[in-house]
């Protein structure tokens, strides 16, 4: 599988847009980049996802670069209740892989200051 | 629209009993995962499985573990003579396609005493 890579933690103050990194070096051309987030205690949500180009929703925005190597998802205006652990993470077919299988990192624990 | 629905939410059993992990997908889901929380660890899979198929069962323990998805009613993980090692949350997921679209469900968390 495709492996991704992110800061362990990263910190933010309240009402102040957050940058979340996250490298992807040997993406193929088929992965999907999903970003997802944990609370303590509670299964992972959906977050956003994208192929190539920049995506927005209602949470979040995905920034992916031209060559898809690397992605930022960015939050606007952090809140409290988006101080979760935030998973990057490709699913695609590198590999022979199961489409339907996402495999997560440890991701970066965001901390976010009132 | 429900979200996945998971029970039981808790789960305890003592060493040497079976486990049952029931898991209803979202309506017009037909892709089921399933992945195991180790505790302070990160989210592995386990199985993946459509309707009376399981499609990649390679995160699956060789041993005591299986899984299925009936063509009517939930998924179920079922976990024989249970270990304190087997003690983790045991998360649930569903999409309408292969590729996206992945609900998670709120998680059983089985103790093994």
């Known amino acids: 599988d495709a492996k991704t890579t992110q800061p362990n933690s990263m910190e933010s103050n309240e009402e102040e847009p957050v940058h979340l990194p996250c490298n992807h070096s040997t993406i193929s051309g088929t992965d999907y980049i999903h970003w997802y987030r944990q609370l303590p205690s509670q299964g992972p949500e959906y977050v956003i996802h994208g192929l190539t180009s920049n995506v927005n929703n209602r949470m979040a925005s995905l920034a992916i670069a031209e060559d898809r190597k690397s992605s930022t998802l960015i939050l606007h205006r952090a809140t409290l209740r988006d101080a979760a652990v935030y998973y990057c993470i490709l699913s695609g077919n590198a590999g022979g892989t199961s489409y339907g299988k996402l495999t997560f990192g440890q991701g970066t624990i965001l901390t976010v200051h009132p | 629209n429900a979200g996945v629905m998971q029970n039981p939410r808790h789960l305890v059993r003592r060493r040497g009993q079976e486990a049952r992990l029931r898991c209803s997908p979202m309506?017009?889901?037909?892709?089921v995962y399933w992945y195991r929380q180790l505790p302070e660890e990160g989210l592995k899979f386990m199985v993946y499985l459509q309707k009376e198929n399981i499609i990649d069962e390679s995160g699956m323990p060789k041993e005591r573990f299986s899984a299925e998805f009936p063509k009517e009613g939930p998924s179920i993980l079922r976990i024989q003579q249970v270990v304190r090692g087997d003690s983790a949350a045991y998360f649930c997921?569903?999409?309408?396609?292969?590729?996206?679209?992945?609900?998670f469900g709120s998680g059983t968390r089985l103790t093994v005493v």
């Open positions: 309506k017009g889901h037909s892709h």
């Open positions: 997921a569903s999409s309408p396609t292969d590729s996206y679209g992945y609900t």
